[in-house]
Nanobody, 119 residues
Framework: VRLVESGGGVVQPGDSLRLVCKAREVSFRHYAMSWYRQAPGKQRELVARIFNPAIPEYGDSVKGRFTISQDDVENTITLHMTNLKPEDTAVYYC??????????????WGQGIQVTVSS
């Protein structure tokens, strides 16, 4: 397994949570890294995407609340989530999308991790 997510759980509205994706044998020089989520009965949607040195991208529903960051030493991607809302409840997936000539067409997914926001 090359992408392993951790940090999910059950929190209350307004709480914060941090998700971490550990990437094994995945070079951030060749892959754009993203977090997606999928709620029951809904399509999978982009939450945040990072490919340094470009400015990270965010889904409209999480702008100003979520922050994606990258650690090139630990080879991890972190999603900091603040002011969580019940509508943030979903399975969150780590994604690696090959963007350079060497890795274009290569896409990897983690197994997903549940985040539940409920009072």
């Amino acid at each position: 397994v090359r992408l392993v997510e951790s940090g999910g759980g059950v929190v209350q509205p307004g709480d914060s949570l941090r998700l971490v994706c550990k990437a094994r044998e995945v070079s951030f020089r060749h892959y754009a890294m993203s977090w997606y989520r999928q709620a029951p009965g809904k399509q999978r949607e982009l939450v945040a995407r990072i490919f340094n040195p470009a400015i990270p991208e965010y889904g409209d529903s999480v702008k100003g609340r979520f922050t994606i960051s990258q650690d090139d030493v630990e080879n991890t991607i972190t999603l900091h989530m603040t002011n969580l809302k019940p509508e943030d409840t979903a399975v969150y997936y780590c994604n690696a999308d090959g963007v350079t000539t060497l890795k274009r067409g290569s896409t990897l997914w983690g197994q997903g991790i549940q985040v539940t926001v409920s009072s």
